[in-house]
T-cell receptor, first 109, second 112 residues
Framework: AQRVTQPEKLLSVFKGAPVELKCNYSYSGSPELFWYVQYSRQRLQLLLRHISRESIKGFTADLNKGETSFHLKKPFAQEEDSAMYYCALYGGSQGNLIFGKGTKLSVKP | NAGVTQTPKFRVLKTGQSMTLLCAQDMNHEYMYWYRQDPGMGLRLIHYSVGEGTTAKGEVPDGYNVSRLKKQNFLLGLESAAPSQTSVYFC???????????FGPGTRLTVL
């Protein structure tokens, strides 16, 4: 079954520290993976997708098919990075986005 | 462009009451979606539509109905609200399958 697992509900780091938000997936085909972010009082928005291989707001994510992971990384966290982060897999029986349960990132000053 | 808008922003219902949530998008997107967001559960797909006049069930469709009479609108109905339907409801739209989904601001629904 297709599944997205985000093992950490809450991740707390200090400003300037590296951050890694974990995401593991289960999918039989070639996955298309995304990270969505929801800042406080704002709507959910796309942060990045693995196809584009972009770095957005200093975040990167590499697809590791061997480990079935798509971890989100940033070398130096900023307070404005505090938000809810969702990893999502495009797939499923209906070909829709399957979201993980989310990780709340808190960056302390 | 307003993007994706949702009406209302908040609503409190009593058990057994009915209501309709409206989602509108002005991006000419074919695909529209309704999700619910619950603490510790992430976003779960309720229903979706791949074009005007079409609807399909998602992961958690029970207790909800939808309609897509116009391309720009996607309605979510609760015929007989239950406390288990207390949640934040998000609408989203996309150009097509696998494309970036654009989300509305959400509707916070409480069922007493």
């Amino acid at each position: 079954a297709q599944r997205v697992t985000q093992p950490e509900k809450l991740l707390s780091v200090f400003k300037g520290a590296p951050v890694e938000l974990k995401c593991n997936y289960s999918y039989s085909g070639s996955p298309e993976l995304f990270w969505y972010v929801q800042y406080s009082r704002q709507r959910l928005q796309l942060l990045l997708r693995h196809i584009s291989r972009e770095s957005i707001k200093g975040f990167t994510a590499d697809l590791n098919k061997g480990e079935t992971s798509f971890h989100l990384k940033k070398p130096f966290a900023q307070e404005e990075d505090s938000a809810m982060y969702y990893c999502a897999l495009y797939g499923g029986s209906q070909g829709n986005l399957i979201f993980g349960k989310g990780t709340k990132l808190s960056v302390k000053p | 462009n307003a993007g994706v808008t949702q009406t209302p922003k908040f609503r409190v219902l009593k058990t057994g009451q009915s209501m309709t949530l409206l989602c509108a998008q002005d991006m000419n997107h074919e695909y529209m979606y309704w999700y619910r967001q619950d603490p510790g559960m992430g976003l779960r797909l309720i229903h979706y539509s791949v074009g005007e006049g079409t609807t399909a069930k998602g992961e958690v469709p029970d207790g909800y109905n939808v309609s897509r009479l116009k391309k720009q609108n996607f309605l979510l109905g609760l015929e007989s609200a239950a406390p288990s339907q207390t949640s934040v409801y998000f609408c989203a739209s996309s150009v097509g399958r696998g494309s970036e989904q654009f989300f509305g601001p959400g509707t916070r629904l409480t069922v007493l």
